[in-house]
Each structure stands twice: as structure tokens, then as C-alpha cells.
């Protein structure tokens, strides 16, 4: 396992009426982040908040390139961000989760103090494949056909590049101590896109490239 120290490039935040940051996800143009009632839209280049849905968003947060998905509780909702209507909503698989990203045509889930992740149906709920950790699971994202996820446990924070189909860690960036991550997207480039819960700041963290991936 390959083993470094996360850098991290930007601090976003703290912003007005955000006490805490939950999931995380990335348009193409923004990102979103959740924050207890309301889903919130950065400019990550001005780095300022442009936009809030009000809705109920608790955890982990996804976009499918044209709606985002939002854990609530025991639920996941479909969201227009156009409109911030809820579309419609599933079960999350146990009853509740932490990180949520899309990969593929599927949601992927993950569960905190279960220390899992779950390759789920976006319209059913279902469960496809079940990956575990052996640490508290928050955030989720797909990457150049790379699966991350991020731990938080304690005061210790990290983000790992797992295999997809056995959870093996292959890499890890290890946050600063007593900086945690609670949600996880990539841009698809060379930023990680890591909520920050309490601090209520959203953290870009470099992504390591690689000359090679495999495929979710």
C-alpha cells in the first residue's frame, strides 16, 4: 500500500448560517455540499456560495450529471437542481448512510460505523455488491475508474483508493491530524473535493495520478 500525506490546495468557508458539512458533489461547474437543511452551491473558483436548496440533506450528496441525489435520514432523494423539487425518493440500504456517489448508472453508499459501501439501484434501493473496511466509512467518490473513500475515526482522518471488488487498500492520504472528512467528490482531475463537518469549511485535497486504472 502506497502511503502519504494529503496536501491540501484550498480551504472553502466557513460560510454564514453553515454550522456543519456533510456530503459533498461536483457539477462540472459547482459544488455542492450539504448542511443539515439545505443543500448549498460553491463557486469553487470564487470560492464563494452562489445558490441553496432547502431540503433535507444530512449526509452524503451525488450527481448523476443531471439530478442530485441527497441522503436524509433512512431515505435517498432525487433531486432537480433546476427547480431544488424532490423527484422522488428509495430506502437506504440499513436504514441509513454517510458518503454517496455515482458510478456507472449506480449509487454507491457508504456506512459509517458498519464500515461498508454499497453498490446500490438509483431506482430501488437494492443492493448490488457490498464492499468492507475495517474504518468508520464517510465519503464516497469514483474516479478514473478508481474507488476513494474516506475515514474518519477519532482524531484521525484519511483518504483511501480501494479495489472494487475486494476492499483491499491500495493507497492512502492521511489527513492533518484533527481534520476530518465527512463527504468526498472528485473533479474529475487532480481535486478532491472533502467536506469538513464542524469546522464547516469545504477542503480541496490534491489527487495523486496514476498512469493506469482499473474499472468500477
Known amino acids: 500500500m502506497k502511503r502519504s500525506q494529503a496536501e491540501i490546495i484550498r480551504e472553502y468557508g466557513p460560510f454564514p448560517d453553515v454550522e456543519h458539512v ?10 455542492w455540499f450539504a448542511s443539515g437543511d439545505r443543500l448549498n452551491a460553491l463557486d469553487p473558483d470564487s470560492g464563494q456560495k452562489v445558490r441553496a436548496i432547502d431540503v433535507a440533506a444530512h449526509a452524503g450528496t451525488a450527481f448523476d450529471g443531471r439530478y442530485l441525489f441527497q441522503l436524509s435520514g433512512e431515505r435517498i432523494q432525487k ?29 454507491w ?12 439501484d438509483p431506482d430501488t434501493g437494492v443492493v448490488l455488491r457490498t464492499i468492507e473496511s475495517n474504518r468508520f466509512v464517510t465519503g464516497v467518490t469514483w474516479v478514473d ?32 491530524p484533527g481534520v ?20 464547516g469549511k469545504v477542503r480541496a485535497v490534491r489527487r495523486p495520478r496514476r498512469t493506469s486504472a482499473g474499472r468500477p
Open 22 to 31: 456533510a456530503g459533498v458533489s461536483y457539477d462540472g461547474h459547482h459544488v
Open 79 to 107: 433531486i432537480d437542481p433546476k427547480t431544488g423539487r424532490v423527484l422522488s425518493t428509495i430506502p437506504a440500504p440499513g436504514g441509513a448512510g454517510s458518503g454517496l456517489a455515482w458510478a456507472e448508472g449506480t449509487l
Open 109 to 120: 453508499m457508504g456506512q459509517y460505523r458498519n464500515r461498508k459501501m454499497h453498490q446500490i
Open 145 to 176: 475508474g478508481e474507488l476513494w473513500h474516506a475515514t474518519w475515526e477519532g482524531d484521525e482522518s484519511d483518504l483511501r483508493r480501494v479495489d472494487p471488488q475486494t476492499g483491499e487498500v491500495l493507497e492512502r492520504l492521511d489527513m492533518p
Open 180 to 199: 476530518g472528512v465527512s463527504g468526498l467528490e472528485s473533479d474529475g482531475g487532480d481535486r478532491f473535493f472533502c467536506g469538513g463537518e464542524t469546522s
